[in-house]
């Protein structure tokens, strides 16, 4: 069997303020004996995408692209916990790079669920999973339901045994980004667009909610006084690999 190997782009939140979902990552592949690298870090560049700064936007994709391609090149794939990264790379970079380099690094990128999804298809998963008699509320990011990614996260908590996942398809969580934090006015619609996705959890009382993107984490969390996490702590945990426990 070829050798696995992946490079983890870490996206902003994990690089700046969430480098235990990073670590969770790299400690699940290591798990499974699959290569990890972890490149030169440079800001996808979304935030300049959707502010209107496009050229600064172009300049910065290149310089990821650029240090991207080349391990792409070596049979290296690439994993992102972030939806918006993976949004980033696999749908915005090609057109807005329109290079080869480009195309070639968004169809060599994946969600990490994605990637240990297909590994278990395949019967190539190290899956000693602890059982964990959880009830958990998963959220599906907008940046993955564009991509037809709403449920890839949830069904890999959900090999966990004597788990139980819920997929919370109520629309978005209101936080759009950082804009639902720039003033109270935006604050009071931003919690009145993630309204329903509230009263869903609390309608089904999960004892833990999951969600891959960092901003939905602080907007449901602020909103529900519940527990949110990344879906990959959950399994580091179901692994063993914890930092520290995700209290039932």
Not at 55 to 77: F, H, M, N, T, W
Not at 94 to 116: C, D, H, I, M, W
Not at 169 to 181: A, F, I, N, P, V
Not at 221 to 243: C, D, Q, Y
Request: proline share 5%; hydrophobic share 40%; net charge neutral.
């Amino acid at each position: 069997m070829e050798a696995k190997k992946v490079v983890f782009y870490p996206g902003c939140t994990v690089n700046y303020f969430d480098q235990e979902t990073g670590t969770d990552i790299v400690k699940i592949m290591r798990n499974n004996n699959i290569e990890v690298v972890v490149p030169k870090f440079v800001c996808c560049s979304m935030t300049l995408f959707y502010s209107g700064d496009i050229d600064y936007a172009r300049l910065r994709a290149a310089e990821l692209v650029k240090i991207l391609s080349p391990l792409v090149e070596q049979g290296y794939e690439i994993i992102v916990s972030c939806p918006s990264c993976l949004y980033a790379l696999k749908e915005v970079y090609p057109s807005l790079l329109g290079s080869s380099q480009a195309q070639n690094v968004a169809e060599k990128t994946r969600l990490f669920s994605q990637y240990l999804l297909d590994l278990h298809k395949k019967k190539e998963l190290k899956a000693d999973f602890r059982a964990k008699p959880l009830l958990i509320a998963y959220h599906a990011p907008c940046h993955l339901q564009t991509q037809d990614l709403p449920t890839v996260s949830a069904q890999l908590m959900q090999l966990v045994p004597e788990t139980s996942v819920i997929t919370l398809d109520r629309g978005c969580c209101g936080m759009g980004g950082t804009w639902g934090m720039h003033s109270k006015h935006q604050n009071k619609v931003s919690a009145h667009v993630g309204s329903d996705l509230f009263k869903a959890v609390e309608e089904t009382n999960p004892q833990l909610i999951a969600t891959d993107c960092f901003g939905c984490q602080i907007q449901i969390a602020s909103h529900t006084n519940k527990r949110v996490i990344h879906p990959v702590k959950f399994i580091a945990e179901a692994l063993n690999l914890p930092h520290k426990s995700a209290k039932e």
